[in-house]
Nanobody
């Protein structure tokens, strides 16, 4: 019943932009912190960004600060990740996740609910 569905991934050239969406259903969306995570082949899943339940507070990994922006529209039960100035090292499967009490954490183990991911490839 609790579902998160990512979309918007694809192939993009270095320096390009992509906007990911995370659509939620089956829970009280505006009670939950939402995070974005990514996992490249052979590497551990890492936190990218998270946003508070109201949208008033955000947190970013150092590797994406100044390039990525997280936002949410609670009326649409959707969180977005705008990715600009993309680099090859951003290539990964991107996941959204939800937790009621995650706070500012970008640690995957903190989050209870996960989507299935959307792949992003940055290559020329």
């Amino acid at each position: 019943q609790l579902q998160l569905v990512e979309s918007g991934g694809g192939l993009v050239q270095p320096g390009g932009s992509l906007r990911l969406s995370c659509a939620a259903s089956g829970f009280t969306f505006d009670y939950y912190v939402i995070g974005w995570f990514r996992q490249a082949p052979g590497k551990e899943r890492e936190g990218v960004s998270c946003i508070s339940s109201s949208g008033g507070s955000t947190n970013y990994a150092d590797s994406v600060k100044g390039r990525f922006t997280i936002s949410r529209d609670n009326a649409k039960n959707t969180v977005y990740l705008q990715m600009n100035s993309l680099k090859p090292e951003d290539t990964a499967v991107y996941y959204c996740a939800a937790d009621r009490w995650a706070g500012r954490s970008l640690t995957p183990a903190v989050y209870d609910y996960w989507g299935q991911g959307t792949p992003v490839t940055v290559s020329s």
